[in-house]
């Protein structure tokens, strides 16, 4: 685009002089003022590419305008071209430590002028195209963090931007909570996809949002299956119980979200790893002991019940309202005892 020449001289004659010089030297844009307050109001309503400023001038003079710009972040980088009858040493080196980007002494040579004036507007396309960059490459880094968050947790992402990696540790005092919807599957074979796609989705959402109300960190879902853990990247003093917690609101969510979906949910509680899985595609995972008791749990759990192992219920004490259901054979484990979990006591 054709850009904006302010043009700055209480002369008139100086003013149309320039004019006519840069209109021959193809810029057509011009703007004038006739004093240094009028040159500020012009160059905070409207955008100026380049400033052609007098020194010499009433009200506000020419340092008193390159001082004003200097303070005024907003002006502060555009090019100051000055031009004047002072052919003082003094005054040009103070001009530049004001924030001139020129000087050019009266009278000038059209010739000089024209160099100055383009190189002037050269060099502030220049910027401006570098800020644009900048500016595309943040908000592309920004709408990165983003995607990465969708697939990541928030925590983990930190610590990849600060570390550059992130290894596998090992995590003493997790609670994991896995949930799971009855009949889901043969649900889905009932009706179209798009329908059970966003039913589905709309109670992972919530199931998100209670998980995040209690502290607790979504690890991932398979399917219908949610799972989510507590203390093991957001610290908590009570991992058992915030899980608790957050397992009967999903119970109460399911119910009020579909009279005919019920979840069943299995929680434990000790030690486990954790790391990012795969290169291609990156998934942040937990494995141990703890994740395959949990998930067990929540198999051989009743439709609408929220169980626990017995060492995740000494967590509790007297704290909650549960009913011990015997020792239970789970899939590839010795029995167990489970607690049915009704309620928290205040």
């Given at each position: 685009m054709d850009p904006v020449v302010l043009i700055v001289d209480d002369n008139e004659d100086n003013r149309f002089t320039l004019t006519m010089r840069l209109e021959s030297c193809g810029y057509s844009?011009?703007?004038?003022?006739?004093?240094?307050l009028e040159a500020l109001e012009k160059m905070r309503s409207e955008p100026v590419d380049l400033?052609?400023?007098?020194?010499?001038?009433?009200?506000?003079?020419g340092y008193g305008v390159l001082a004003e710009m200097s303070a005024d972040v907003s002006l502060r980088g555009i090019p100051v071209v000055m031009i004047?009858?002072?052919d003082d040493i003094n005054s040009?080196?103070?001009c530049i430590e004001l924030g001139a980007t020129d000087y050019l002494t009266k009278p000038f040579n059209p010739?000089?002028?024209?160099?100055?004036?383009?190189n002037c507007i050269e060099k502030a396309r220049s910027r401006a195209q570098e800020a644009a960059y900048h500016e595309r490459i943040e908000s592309e880094k920004r709408r990165a963090d983003e995607l990465l968050a969708t697939v990541l947790p928030r925590a983990i992402v930190r610590a990849l931007k600060r570390d550059g990696q992130l290894k596998p540790q090992r995590y003493d005092d997790v609670a994991v909570l896995f949930c799971d919807v009855v009949g889901f599957t043969a649900y889905s074979e009932k009706n179209p996809p798009e329908t059970v796609f966003a039913e589905l989705e709309?109670?992972?959402?919530?199931?998100?949002e209670i998980a995040a109300k209690h502290g607790l960190e979504k690890i991932k879902t398979i399917g219908d299956a949610f799972m989510a853990t507590a203390n093991l990247l957001s610290e908590l003093d009570e991992p058992v119980?915030?899980?608790?917690?957050?397992?009967?609101?999903?119970?109460?969510?399911?119910r009020e979200f579909r009279r005919d979906w019920a979840v069943r949910i299995g929680i434990d509680h000790g030690p486990l790893s954790a790391g990012i899985m795969g290169k291609t595609q990156c998934q942040f995972d937990v494995w141990g002991d703890t994740v395959n008791t949990a998930a067990r749990i929540e198999e051989a759990g009743r439709p609408g019940t929220v169980n626990l192992s017995g060492?995740?219920?000494?967590?509790?004490?007297?704290?909650?309202?549960?009913?011990?259901l015997g020792l239970v054979d789970l899939k590839g484990k010795e029995k167990l005892e489970i607690i049915e979990c009704m309620a928290l006591k205040p």
């Open positions: 844009n011009l703007v004038t003022a006739e004093n240094g400033v052609l400023l007098d020194i010499m001038m009433p009200e506000l003079d004047s009858a002072i040009v080196v103070r010739v000089l002028l024209k160099a100055r004036v383009d709309t109670l992972i959402d919530r199931f998100e119980r915030a899980a608790v917690a957050c397992a009967l609101d999903m119970l109460a969510a399911a060492r995740a219920w000494l967590h509790l004490r007297n704290r909650a309202q549960g009913r011990s």
